[in-house]
């Protein structure tokens, strides 16, 4: 292509670096030590949901922005090397604050999956479609995510996206879907509460590990599990917003996402699905404004049905194969059944909920689900979830704020979330622009994290070995 010089040199540098056994990233760093690079003439989205810079210039220091701006704006450093990417889109790395990693090995699934190398893959995954962090929720367990969290940042780990999780709570037996149940059960990772002074002392062990945010499980699925009840819950919410750290609740029925947000859960997880929203819930949320993370599609498998390449990149054949070849609906194993005789239904109360959501305040954030079950790959489902929230009136800008900027004040990332002097250098450059079509945040050409460009050649050829 005849671009990136500096970067992809380091990228070489820090695969051989991993071969040797040295430290990738310090490599990396040392390699770019001084060095500075240019993006020169791509459009810019700077993740502020405003209008695009056409040609711009990205100023690039030690993994760090120095500089945004149009070409006219921002001078050209002196000895700076130069990228050309006239034609480009570059819009801020994704961050995802919803998923469940380290239990899917695509030929099984379960806590046996659960290791260091496992998760690096999945996080390897992440970077490989834009994601520059991505959030285990609930089911990680937290002595080895905080290990894994040290490694990554003292730079021991391969190039990925970052590592965030959040331990979670349930009533016992109660908690995630039955198969992730079982994982986490093995695990032993779901901190079971009954009252509100256990409820409290969890929570007061979570803050004491430096931990910032928590996952809550209120809802019965549908009678069939106890639901956390409400003394507990508050409790939870109170204890950590004493300690400044965040909730995030599952709670699908109408009722109980009214609750928790009127106890004060910070982050909504899933939408209400069966009924239209009130307009007593619409003030509640116009008053307290929680985040939002949809969570519609579960890395929706479904698009691996129509032979788009973008999802079969990153899963081996076999898994896609399986997919296509599974016709029949079994709870949210991925399928390409029909669509399921509710399905319209569904779509009827997404399509009247969702402008609701957004017209009342609340602060849309990526999340997707991937890895609660067998079958749905990394990274790829973000892009799915964009473009849904499209789909459903959400302007392209809004996504991209909403896939970035947001996202990462939500999990206090300072550093990422939008294109601006004194960020991470964390960026995905596209062929075509995502405001004329989201669904061109596919169009990856490249992903840089920290100023380092990701090698997708590498991990790609690593997944298809392994098929
Ligand atoms: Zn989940």
Same mark, same amino acid.
């Given at each position: 292509?005849?671009?990136?010089?500096?970067?992809?040199?380091?990228?070489?540098?820090?695969?051989?670096?991993?071969?040797?056994?040295?430290?990738?990233?310090?490599?990396?760093?040392?390699?770019?030590?001084?060095?500075?690079?240019?993006?020169?003439?791509?459009?810019?989205?700077?993740? @502020? =949901? &405003?209008?695009?810079?056409?040609?711009?210039?990205?100023?690039? #220091?030690?993994?760090? !922005?120095?500089? *945004?701006? +149009?070409?006219?704006?921002?001078?050209?450093?002196?000895?700076?090397?130069?990228?050309?990417?006239?034609?480009?889109?570059?819009?801020?790395?994704?961050?995802?604050?919803?998923?469940?990693?380290?239990?899917?090995?695509?030929?099984?699934?379960?806590?046996?999956?659960?290791?260091?190398?496992?998760?690096?893959?999945?996080?390897?995954?992440?970077?490989?479609?834009?994601?520059?962090?991505?959030?285990?929720?609930?089911?990680?367990?937290?002595?080895?995510?905080?290990?894994?969290?040290?490694?990554?940042?003292?730079?021991?780990?391969?190039?990925?996206?970052?590592?965030?999780?959040?331990?979670?709570?349930?009533?016992? @037996? =109660? &908690?995630?879907?039955?198969?992730?149940?079982?994982?986490?059960? #093995?695990?032993?990772? !779901?901190?079971? *509460?009954? +009252?509100?002074?256990?409820?409290?002392?969890?929570?007061?062990?979570?803050?004491?590990?430096?931990?910032?945010?928590?996952?809550?499980?209120?809802?019965?699925?549908?009678?069939?599990?106890?639901?956390?009840?409400?003394?507990?819950?508050?409790?939870?919410?109170?204890?950590?917003?004493?300690?400044?750290?965040?909730?995030?609740?599952?709670?699908?029925?109408?009722?109980?996402?009214?609750?928790?947000?009127?106890?004060?859960?910070?982050?909504?997880?899933?939408?209400?699905?069966?009924?239209?929203?009130?307009?007593?819930?619409?003030?509640?949320?116009?008053?307290?404004?929680?985040?939002?993370?949809?969570?519609?599609?579960? =890395?929706?498998?479904?698009?691996?049905?129509?032979?788009?390449?973008?999802?079969?990149?990153?899963?081996?054949?076999?898994?896609?194969?399986?997919?296509?070849?599974?016709?029949?609906?079994?709870?949210?194993?991925?399928?390409?059944?029909?669509?399921?005789?509710?399905?319209?239904?569904?779509?009827?109360?997404?399509?009247?909920?969702?402008?609701?959501?957004?017209?009342?305040?609340?602060?849309?954030?990526?999340?997707?689900?991937?890895?609660?079950?067998?079958?749905?790959?990394?990274?790829?489902?973000?892009?799915?979830?964009?473009?849904?929230?499209?789909?459903?009136?959400?302007?392209?800008?809004?996504?991209?704020?909403?896939?970035?900027?947001?996202?990462?004040?939500?999990?206090?990332?300072?550093?990422?979330?939008?294109?601006?002097?004194?960020?991470?250098?964390?960026?995905?450059?596209?062929?075509?622009?995502?405001?004329?079509?989201?669904?061109?945040?596919?169009?990856?050409?490249?992903?840089?994290?920290?100023?380092?460009?990701?090698?997708?050649?590498?991990?790609?050829?690593?997944?298809?070995?392994?098929?």
């Amino acid at each position: 292509m005849g671009r990136t010089f500096t970067l992809l040199m380091s990228g070489v540098l820090a695969a051989a670096a991993l071969v040797h056994g040295l430290s990738p990233v310090a490599l990396a760093k040392g390699e770019q030590a001084g060095r500075i690079t240019v993006f020169d003439g791509a459009r810019i989205l700077d993740g @502020n =949901g &405003g209008a695009a810079i056409e040609t711009g210039r990205l100023v690039i #220091e030690n993994g760090r !922005i120095s500089a *945004v701006g +149009t070409q006219s704006a921002v001078a050209l450093p002196p000895g700076a090397t130069r990228v050309d990417a006239a034609g480009k889109t570059i819009m801020p790395a994704m961050i995802n604050v919803h998923a469940h990693m380290g239990y899917e090995a695509y030929s099984s699934w379960g806590a046996r999956n659960h290791t260091a190398a496992n998760l690096l893959d999945h996080l390897q995954r992440e970077a490989f479609y834009g994601v520059v962090a991505a959030t285990s929720v609930g089911s990680s367990p937290t002595e080895m995510s905080l290990q894994f969290q040290r490694d990554q940042q003292a730079g021991k780990s391969a190039p990925a996206a970052r590592y965030l999780f959040m331990p979670g709570m349930a009533p016992p @037996n =109660g &908690g995630p879907d039955h198969i992730l149940r079982e994982a986490t059960n #093995e695990l032993r990772v !779901i901190n079971e *509460v009954m +009252t509100p002074e256990q409820a409290r002392a969890a929570v007061r062990r979570m803050a004491d590990q430096g931990i910032r945010h928590v996952k809550m499980w209120v809802d019965d699925r549908g009678g069939t599990y106890p639901k956390l009840t409400p003394d507990v819950y508050t409790a939870i919410v109170q204890e950590a917003h004493a300690r400044k750290m965040t909730v995030h609740a599952h709670a699908i029925q109408l009722a109980d996402q009214k609750a928790v947000v009127a106890a004060g859960a910070d982050v909504l997880v899933h939408m209400v699905q069966n009924v239209a929203l009130d307009d007593e819930y619409q003030a509640l949320l116009r008053e307290k404004k929680p985040y939002w993370a949809t969570v519609i599609t579960l =890395g929706d498998p479904v698009e691996v049905c129509n032979d788009d390449a973008f999802f079969a990149e990153a899963m081996p054949a076999a898994v896609v194969a399986r997919i296509r070849a599974n016709k029949e609906r079994v709870g949210l194993t991925a399928h390409c059944a029909a669509p399921s005789p509710n399905a319209p239904n569904r779509e009827k109360t997404l399509a009247q909920n969702f402008p609701l959501m957004i017209a009342a305040g609340v602060k849309l954030v990526l999340a997707t689900d991937t890895g609660i079950h067998p079958g749905h790959t990394f990274g790829s489902g973000e892009h799915v979830e964009l473009a849904r929230w499209v789909q459903l009136g959400l302007p392209p800008a809004q996504a991209i704020v909403a896939a970035t900027k947001t996202p990462a004040e939500l999990m206090g990332l300072d550093d990422l979330g939008t294109l601006a002097t004194g960020k991470r250098a964390s960026f995905i450059v596209l062929n075509a622009n995502p405001l004329d079509n989201i669904r061109n945040t596919r169009t990856i050409a490249d992903v840089y994290l920290d100023g380092v460009k990701f090698d997708r050649e590498a991990v790609r050829r690593k997944w298809r070995e392994q098929r």
